[in-house]
């Protein structure tokens, strides 16, 4: 299929997004002056205690900022637009939209290591060193077009799956408004093996407290680990490797021990695992994941 190449300096925008870090570049792109005629975002999700609709975070800040909003890709068509941006929109778009309106994506990986749904969590849980941000076109290919700039940066050791996506969304929005103020390049073919990040499965989650300490560590830091104690779930939100937080709570791992930091007990709010693990009658020796 020919993919229509995308204009160097684009008049007429349109965006596509659905969570709340993708309301960085909207934002930033109404900010800089580019004409936003639409945002198409996922459609209304039952959520909360109440179950009532409610919309996407980037659907809240298109309607704040005055915009027209629609959950329906084709209307992207009808806008006259001269490029589409992506920023986390978690639908396929389909070949004859592709075919009509060029569309360029922030994509959180230094591809094609880790296409697909969960780049940052794949990288923090495979031990990477680095990752960062592509400019990249949009294709029918799994995120397999041609990029066209890129920014880089180290993961730090302690750094969760949150603190790295801002980051990235950062970076990516500088790189975003760069190329479109000074023209969008050629873009460069992906080279390299691919490698793939599934979406984290919920089962993925639950800790196992025979594996190395760093292993636990990296998928604490993605967010939404959980493990048991005494029959009842124990979400973990930040551990340690190293000894050292007065706070700290060093529970048994396979190859020693490891620091919870904090924790949030079934039905209760987060809190430092000392404060928890007082009011459990924590000694020494206990273990979780029972």
């Known amino acids: 299929m020919a993919l229509a190449p995308a204009p160097s300096h684009p008049r007429r925008l349109v965006f596509l997004g659905t969570p709340e870090f993708a309301t960085v570049p909207l934002r930033a792109l109404v900010d800089a002056g580019w004409d936003v005629v639409l945002v198409v975002s996922q459609p209304d999700k039952r959520r909360g205690r109440g179950g009532g609709l409610m919309p996407s975070p980037v659907k809240r800040a298109a309607l704040d900022l005055g915009l027209p909003v629609s959950d329906r890709v084709d209307d992207v068509l009808d806008t006259g637009a001269d490029l589409g941006v992506v920023a986390a929109f978690g639908r396929l778009i389909k070949p004859h939209v592709l075919e009509r309106l060029p569309l360029v994506n922030l994509h959180f990986s230094l591809l094609p290591r880790w296409r697909g749904a969960a780049p940052v969590e794949r990288a923090i849980l495979a031990g990477d060193e680095r990752t960062g941000v592509d400019l990249m076109v949009i294709e029918e290919g799994l995120d397999t077009g041609g990029v066209y700039a890129r920014s880089e940066v180290a993961i730090g050791p302690d750094e969760t799956a949150d603190e790295l996506r801002a980051r990235l969304t950062a970076l990516g929005t500088e790189l975003l408004l760069a190329n479109l103020r000074d023209g969008l390049p050629e873009p460069t073919p992906q080279r390299g093996e691919p490698t793939y990040a599934n979406k984290i499965d919920p089962a993925e989650l639950q800790i196992d407290w025979g594996w ?60 430092p695992a000392r404060a928890w693990a007082n009011g459990v009658h924590w000694r020494p020796g206990d273990r979780v994941g029972t």
């Open 212 to 271: 190395p300490a760093v292993d636990i560590h990296r998928l604490v830091r993605i967010g939404g680990a959980w493990t048991t104690h005494r029959g009842h779930r124990l979400k973990v939100w930040r551990t340690a490797l190293a000894p050292g937080g007065p706070g700290d709570v060093p529970v048994p791992a396979g190859d020693g021990p490891i620091q919870l930091v904090e924790v949030q007990p079934e039905g209760g709010r987060r809190m």
